[in-house]
């Protein structure tokens, strides 16, 4: 019921900037801000739409960035304010922001590197495998030494998050850790900073 009410939200806020489109074209008022309004109206549509049938599009940095820009266009609308008080923009912007809060609120979280949209299916497979381990250990572990250099990542469970230590012995002794939401991005942490695979991971326990 959810799905079907966001679906019908975001088919209202296209119509919406459609009339607004054809309004101005009919009152001679087209410019080049309706065109910039009309892109952006657009891309949010699909980012909108991404997130409610979880499909991707472009990343989470790029969708991140349209949500601060839908927010400061927001706050740019009530800058008439500072040079007088007026009721009629006033309500006109708090409208606006009313209309467009589901699409912010759905466009953040579509944004977030977090969200199961951006797992892909090998990325699942490898988290199910390390969510085995960690079910009936408290913590798994591998190292990788490359020339001089010895790695050791450390992956544990901690309430409903995990924890990531990684451990680097050269001729200087480096450990630094990190806490994530989800096991995906743990893992990619560890492929990162570690250059340990999950299925490396994996592997010293099997």
Do not use: H
């Not at 209202?12 to 892109?39: D, H």
């Not at 472009?58 to 609308?77: E, G, H, I, M, S």
């Not at 409208?95 to 589901?102: E, M, N, Q």
């Amino acid at each position: 019921m959810k799905k079907v009410g966001l679906i019908i939200y975001g088919a209202i806020f296209a119509l919406l900037q459609i009339l607004n489109i054809v309004s101005s074209i009919l009152t001679s008022s087209f410019s080049v801000g309706v065109v910039v309004s009309t892109v952006f109206t657009t891309l949010y549509l699909f980012g909108f739409y991404g997130y409610i049938f979880k499909k991707r599009f472009f990343t989470p940095k790029v969708w991140r960035n349209l949500f601060y820009l839908q927010c400061a266009a927001l706050v740019l609308q009530l800058l008439p304010l500072l040079y007088g008080f007026n009721v009629e923009l006033l309500v006109g912007v708090g409208i606006a922001v009313l209309i467009t809060i589901p699409m912010l609120v759905c466009l953040y979280r579509y944004s977030s590197p977090d969200s199961d949209i951006w797992v892909s299916a090998s990325d699942r497979e490898k988290a199910a495998q390390i969510e085995q381990l960690l079910s009936n250990t408290e913590e798994i572990s591998a190292s990788k030494t490359v020339g001089t250099k010895t790695t050791t990542a450390i992956i544990s469970k901690i309430g409903d998050g995990y924890v990531v230590q990684i451990k680097r012995i050269s001729e200087e002794t480096e450990t630094f850790k990190n806490e994530f939401v989800t096991l995906s991005r743990a893992i990619e942490f560890i492929e990162k900073y570690a250059s340990i695979s999950s299925a490396e991971l994996v592997e010293s326990y099997t």
